[in-house]
């Protein structure tokens, strides 16, 4: 079956600027995961979502970074006034119950700031 | 500051050698994760430990658990080309936690 799928798998954009990112999870996977990884690091949680609640957002970095999962399943990472040091690639996993089960990663998308 | 570190950050290996990844934390752990992430993909779960002193094998690969559930390792036999990737180490420090810590990485290439 599909995987999860994360579009754009590449977005440049101009510092202030606003911008959205999508992860498809696997069908039926009702926990949904942001991770966000920057240059030779590894992923940093940022927020988990159980069906269409924000079950956890303790690891987002601020109030300019907003994400939303409105019908439990396609979810959008909100940037707003987005800065240079936002660039890094975004990373979406899901699993398919509880936050215990299995995290499958998608490809991610690398967001650049100029 | 990142909880889990990892070492070496880098190893360049030949075809054929052995070679250990080590994953340390001052914390302790409910369970390990071990990843493998390749260039323009996400990481791709090898496997969880649980159990203080642990030990799991996956072909070639050997993953320990410490006793004292702070550190792992992972082992690799005889590498391969195929084993060239970031390999990351990831924990949780409550069963059931939402998140997921993972390490600075250990980026290995295996030459031909």
């Known amino acids: 079956g599909a995987g999860v799928s994360q579009t754009p798998s590449n977005k440049v954009t101009e510092k202030g600027k606003y911008v959205e990112l999508r992860c498809d999870p696997i069908?039926?996977?009702?926990?949904l995961y942001w991770y966000r990884q920057s240059l030779g690091q590894g992923p940093e949680f940022l927020i988990y979502?159980?069906?269409?609640?924000?079950?956890?957002d303790s690891g987002l970095p601020n109030d300019r970074f907003f994400a939303v999962r409105p019908e439990g399943s396609v979810s959008t990472l909100k940037i707003q006034r987005t800065e240079r040091g936002d660039s890094a690639v975004y990373l979406c996993?899901?699993?398919?119950?509880?936050?215990?089960?299995?995290?499958?990663f998608g490809p991610g998308t690398r967001l650049t700031v100029l | 500051t990142q909880l889990l570190e990892q070492s070496p950050q880098f190893l360049s290996i030949q075809e054929g050698e052995n070679l250990t990844v080590y994953c340390n934390s001052s914390s302790v752990f409910s369970s390990l994760q071990w990843y493998r992430q390749e260039p323009g993909e996400g990481p791709v779960l090898l496997v969880t430990v649980v159990t203080g002193g642990e030990v799991k094998k996956l072909k070639r690969l050997t993953f320990q658990f410490g006793d004292a559930r702070k550190d792992s390792s992972l082992h690799i036999t005889a590498a391969q080309p195929g084993d060239t990737g970031l390999y990351l180490c990831a924990g949780r420090l409550q069963t059931g936690a939402n998140n997921l810590f993972f390490g600075t990485g250990t980026r290995l290439t295996v030459i031909p």
């Open positions: 979502f159980q069906g269409t609640g924000a079950a956890d």
């Open positions: 069908s039926g996977h009702t926990a």
């Open positions: 996993a899901s699993s398919p119950q509880t936050s215990s089960d299995t995290q499958y």
